[in-house]
């Protein structure tokens, strides 16, 4: 039977990718967001033909902003990917037999026939589980909202005692968001939530705020991207250095003329500064213990 459109959630989809990524192999890709462009690298590494698939205007737009993304666009192009941009899948039908892959028709008109499909297309907290559970799991982008103790709340806002949420299913507020809530899908934001979470769980009464600077990077290509804070929440994005032919870049973030970011691509040493003006910049009053323990 023919093999299903790929998703990278866990090892087992990253080892059966890895066998299909083979020279000469089509991949379309689908989403041209961190994991899809991460794909798409691996891909070309393996000398395999990359179609990149984005419906926004340029890659990773809505994370980091339109002059990163077009940074992006061009690191993918200047590796041979075909990256079409503005661009959806209007139909997708497996062949079939086995082995016969997928015809492919984009929004542009274009169609191909693809060996492998990979959607990158973001992902969603799963707690449908958590329904019934009490727990307040109904906001905007899903997951469990929390206190920024990471406690669970309820519907009305009250804590549920014994309780927590961390990594990418926990809806906390931040202080670089004005304490709105937010979901964070980074790894490292994971490890630092767990922390939290712990100490809140065995000190019930002496609970640390969850306000860490959240950072991730992407490798594409042979330039690394690393990024600090909250640059999706940006409403304007400033330019320090972009220079494509170096393949470097820094730019930074800000909303209502206050840093909540920034992102550095071939300049790592430089966001060590970034970085503390956020810490600085998170220095909100540490909310008063209420509620259950």
Not at 108 to 118: F, L, N, Q, Y
Not at 160 to 169: H, L
Not at 199 to 220: K, M
């Amino acid at each position: 039977s023919p093999r299903p459109v790929a998703t990278l959630r866990g090892r087992d989809d990253a080892r059966a990718l890895g066998a299909a990524l083979l020279p000469g192999r089509h991949v379309l890709v689908i989403g041209a967001g961190f994991l899809g462009g991460e794909i798409a690298a691996a891909a070309r590494a393996r000398d395999c033909r990359v179609t990149l698939v984005e419906a926004a205007e340029q890659p990773l737009v809505r994370a980091v902003g339109a002059v990163a993304g077009a940074f992006v666009a061009g690191l993918h192009r200047e590796a041979g990917v075909d990256l079409r941009t503005g661009t959806t899948v209007t139909d997708l039908r497996a062949g079939p037999g086995a082995g016969e892959g997928f015809r492919v028709t984009l929004s542009d008109g274009t169609t191909s026939v693809a060996d492998t499909v990979v959607a990158a297309l973001g992902a969603v907290p799963a707690t449908e589980w958590l329904t019934d559970s009490g727990l307040d799991v109904t906001g905007p982008g899903g997951g469990v909202r929390c206190d920024p103790f990471l406690r669970a709340l309820r519907p009305d806002g009250t804590v549920v005692p014994g309780v927590t949420a961390a990594g990418d299913v926990a809806r906390a507020p931040h202080p670089l968001a004005d304490g709105a809530p937010v979901l964070i899908g980074h790894w490292s934001n994971a490890v630092e939530q767990a922390a939290v979470a712990v100490h809140t769980l065995l000190h019930p009464g002496e609970p640390r705020p969850y306000d860490a600077v959240p950072s991730f990077w992407a490798d594409l290509y042979g330039v690394r991207l690393r990024s600090v804070g909250l640059p999706a929440r940006a409403d304007e994005v400033r330019v320090v250095e972009n220079d494509p032919v170096a393949r470097r870049l820094e730019v930074t973030h800000h909303r209502a003329g206050r840093p909540v970011g920034a992102l550095t691509a071939g300049r790592a040493a430089r966001l060590a500064a970034h970085r503390r003006e956020l810490e600085e910049r998170r220095g909100a009053p540490v909310p008063a213990v209420t509620g259950g323990g």
